[in-house]
């Protein structure tokens, strides 16, 4: 069954029409986040947020509009809001370590220099994979979004536009900008790499 009719049997009170809706898209909203967000946690909070958003916006939403660019502006909007809680969290728990007398400076060094990063397999492929995620990780949030919607997720200029309320202009200049850094920063791992 389509969006639109899924939709309308869901803002007309029918469960069974939001359960698949969920179905249908929990996947590609997950990958989303999981690439825009980089945190295990954070991605299932800000997951579960953007499917309660829409349950709670039935009586808002127009079904005669696409869900999905609907749907991957919730997320995408969720996705910074939590990034911004966390900064705010972050910020003070690392003001909170210059007030402690305990912490020596190297403490505080090792912990704004501490990466989770895991050592990866060798296989080619999850090596290149996990470059990619470093690349785009690194990125400012505005490129990296207009990245992920673009070539992950596949939205037009137009959609895109109309998700993050921008002219398609700017798309597509963010887009030639992310594109182009993604390529520098991609020379220079590579040349890192094979200097290695």
Sequence with gaps: MNDEKLLKRYVAGEEGAFQELVHQ????????????LHDRD??????????????????????????RPWLFTIAANKAKDAL??????DATNLGSLFDDEEHSLDDV?????HDESRPYDDLMKEETAA?????????????????????????????IAGM????VGTVKSR??????????????????????
């Design 25 to 36: 898209y929990k996947d590609s909203v997950y990958a989303f986040l999981r690439r825009y």
């Design 42 to 67: 954070l991605v299932d909070d800000v997951f579960q947020d953007t499917f309660l958003q829409l349950y709670v916006s039935r009586d808002t939403f127009d079904p005669s509009r696409p869900l």
């Design 84 to 89: 911004r809680r966390r900064q705010r969290i």
């Design 109 to 113: 060094l090792n912990t704004l220099d």
């Design 131 to 159: 470059a990619v995620k470093r690349i785009i990780a690194r990125m400012p949030a505005k490129l990296r979004e207009i990245l992920l919607l673009a070539y992950f997720q596949k939205f037009s200029y137009a959609e």
């Design 164 to 167: 993050l309320g921008i002219p």
């Design 175 to 196: 887009l030639h900008t992310a594109v182009g850094r993604f390529a520098e920063d991609w020379n220079t791992i590579m040349v890192y790499e094979s200097a290695n």
